[in-house]
């Protein structure tokens, strides 16, 4: 103003009780002052006295919060090309950014080509809500909360103007409950002069803290229920408990930056302690949510009980981060719980077939068992012990190859893959071509979709690449590994029928079957007859 130099639109956006309405006045006073000193309004002069009582003609001010229709725009607008006993003619809205479509539309129209006396000063708290094309013919100005000295320094003021019987603890008080907002540390201040209190009234969360603790859901839920019963709102507890867990998480994290003073340090910093920093992210983001769920709730309290229960009851909640809590605790339970394990020795590494043998003495060797049970499938398959390489051949014979391709070869291989292979035996071997034997044409003719899995078992235990030959033997009973049968004879006679008795349903590898089908029915209704 001291240079003439003024815009014809100003946006004035920042949170709520940092002086927009209020700068606005101040603006429209200095605009026509009588007297300014230095651009300044001299608060003296009529007009700047019916600016403050608010009864001048030069200045305007709407609350488009409640008039923000295309209609009020128009009759605002329309009246902005008559004539002002003032200077200039100054229209203030108020929370701007509520204006409807067509009203903002109206009001665009005005800022394109505005009349050469009149300035426009639109206040909102939400400066990304209006329009672009309304805040690109605007200059914008953010304002910003207050510090806690300036905010200090403006109710002592207030204190000295108004003389008032007030102590600096009660000052302080109320400065910490403006957070920043000089209108809201006005009205903290009044309430305190007003019921003599100094101390804030606030909920007695400890009971809240303690349930995320321990993970009790019903003492969260008991401990809401009486706070709700004391006359506390759930919105208003939900934003006060989220702000003590907002505390609780910057004194782990920055504690420099956070604002909690005296006894309530202490005590957020403990809580923070025992919470640890995942879970207290966890409730300050699940609060958070819940804020916003509240703003629709027909039920507000009912939304606060099931993030308590949520949060109390990971099992309940099916995030990630939920998930992960679990995890943590049960990684935990574990470690608190297991015994100390001695350390297992190192296994005995296999002899690669062609391999020479070592020249150390070689270690006792375990005896094989002489039953073994039906292979277990490979998921589940116990680790099995380690036969020590021969030192009397470079490569091992058949009877050694078909005991570890039935005791460690089959139950590495897929369950489909199992029920053909149990029925198949070793019947050559030369050191890289290994030769199995299967009782009908028909299963022969399956195998090549068992190859690949069959392939990577064999060069898991023999540590070489082999290949694999398939024929077929009619007559063929696979060997127990206790007892490898010997080599198959070209055409060997069947067995017959009445060789076989109710001890062979205990064989390891089941009864003889000829085909996949027979496979599936043996293996699924073990003693079943299939008749036609």
Not at 227 to 232: A, I, M
Not at 389 to 409: C, L, N
Not at 422 to 435: E, H, L, N, P, Q
Request: proline share 8%.
């Amino acid at each position: 103003m001291a240079r003439d130099r003024v815009s014809h639109a100003y946006l004035f956006s920042g949170p709520r009780g940092t002086g927009k309405t209020t700068t606005a006045r101040i603006l429209a006073k200095a605009l026509n002052c009588e007297h300014p000193l230095e651009g300044d309004a001299c608060n003296v002069c009529a007009s700047c006295v019916a600016i403050t009582r608010g009864s001048s003609l030069d200045v305007t001010e709407l609350d488009a919060a409640s008039n923000n229709g295309v209609d009020d725009i128009r009759e605002i607008t329309a009246g902005a090309w008559h004539g002002t006993p003032g200077r200039w003619k100054i229209y203030i809205f108020d929370e701007v950014h509520q204006l409807s479509k067509p009203a903002s539309a109206a009001l665009l129209k005005t800022l394109e080509e505005p009349p050469p006396h009149v300035v426009f000063v639109l206040a909102t708290t939400d400066p990304h809500k209006v329009l672009p094309t309304i805040r690109s013919r605007t200059q914008h100005l953010e304002f910003r909360l207050i510090g806690g000295d300036t905010l200090s320094t403006l109710l002592h003021d207030v204190q000295g103007a108004a003389g008032l019987a007030v102590d600096d603890t009660t000052i302080e008080t109320a400065v910490r409950l403006g957070r920043g907002s000089a209108r809201d540390a006005l009205s903290a201040l009044d309430q305190l002069l007003a019921t003599g209190a100094t101390d804030e009234t606030l909920p007695d969360f400890d009971g809240l803290f303690q349930a995320l603790v321990d993970g009790d859901a019903v003492g969260g839920l008991t401990t809401l229920a009486r706070l709700t019963g004391d006359g506390w709102d759930p919105e208003q507890l939900a934003e006060s408990f989220a702000a003590e867990v907002r505390q609780a998480f910057l004194l782990q994290v920055a504690p420099d930056v956070a604002d909690a003073v005296d006894t309530d340090r202490a005590r957020l910093s403990e809580w923070g302690r025992q919470m640890g920093l995942a879970r207290t992210v966890r409730v300050l983001e699940s609060f958070g949510r819940a804020l916003r769920e509240m703003k629709s709730a027909p039920e507000k309290l009912v939304v606060l009980e099931v993030v308590m229960v949520r949060l109390t009851r990971p099992e309940l909640d099916a995030t990630l981060d939920a998930l992960a809590e679990r995890v943590t605790n049960l990684e935990r339970q574990e470690r608190s719980s297991a015994p100390v394990a001695a350390t297992p020795p190192a296994p005995t590494a296999l002899r690669p077939i062609g391999a020479t043998a070592p020249t150390a003495t070689a270690p006792t060797a375990t005896a094989p068992t002489s039953g073994p049970s039906r292979a277990p499938a490979a998921t589940s398959a116990p680790p099995v012990p380690v036969e020590p390489p021969s030192t009397d051949s470079a490569s091992p014979t058949v009877e050694e190859v078909r005991r570890r391709f039935v005791e460690r070869v089959i139950p590495r291989t897929s369950r489909g893959a199992q029920l053909v292979l149990k029925s198949a035996t070793v019947v050559d071997f030369d050191g890289s071509r290994i030769t199995l034997a299967v009782a009908s044409e028909e299963i022969r003719q399956n195998t090549d979709q068992i190859a690949q899995g069959l392939k990577g078992a064999l060069d898991h235990e023999f540590r070489v690449p082999l290949t694999v030959g398939w024929v077929v033997d009619p007559g063929l009973r696979p060997a127990s590994p206790s007892a490898p049968r010997a080599h198959h004879s070209a055409t060997p006679a069947p067995e017959p029928a009445a060789d076989f008795d109710e001890s062979s349903a205990d064989d390891p590898h089941g009864p003889i079957v000829t085909s996949v089908a027979e496979h599936l029915i043996t293996e699924m209704f073990p003693g079943a007859e299939e008749i036609s």
